[in-house]
């Protein structure tokens, strides 16, 4: 796996938007990975505006799901561990740090 997308650049490449579009004409042959937390917000988001799950699934499959949070957990628990009291630590999302932690 080369790079682990999160849910804004998913969204970024929905809706065509160009900075989304040259990074991954940029990366073309790279393979993407897709946390279960990014998954579940696209998703979230997707079906709150009504969008066709069947449009949404075939997207999707332009990365590799990652949905065994196993292995995560305890780089989860060390990056929260490390972070926590400094400051911005209240400043990032849970998800966010759910992410960080499978990229790493």
């Known amino acids: 796996m080369d790079l682990i997308a999160d849910t804004t650049f998913l969204v970024g490449l929905w809706r065509g938007q160009s900075w989304a579009r040259d990074y991954a004409a940029a990366n073309p042959g790279r393979s993407v990975g897709l946390p279960w937390v990014v998954l579940g917000e696209f998703w979230h988001g997707a079906l709150r505006v009504g969008h066709d799950p069947e449009r949404v699934r075939?997207?999707?499959s332009i990365g590799l799901p990652?949905?065994?949070p196993g292995p995560v957990i305890p780089v989860y628990a060390r990056v929260c561990a490390r972070l926590q009291g400094q400051p911005g630590w209240g400043e990032i999302g849970q998800n966010d740090l759910w992410i960080a932690a499978t990229s790493i």
Do not use: E, V
Request: charged share 15%; net charge negative; aromatic share 16%.
């Open 58 to 60: 075939a997207f999707l």
């Open 66 to 68: 990652l949905l065994d």
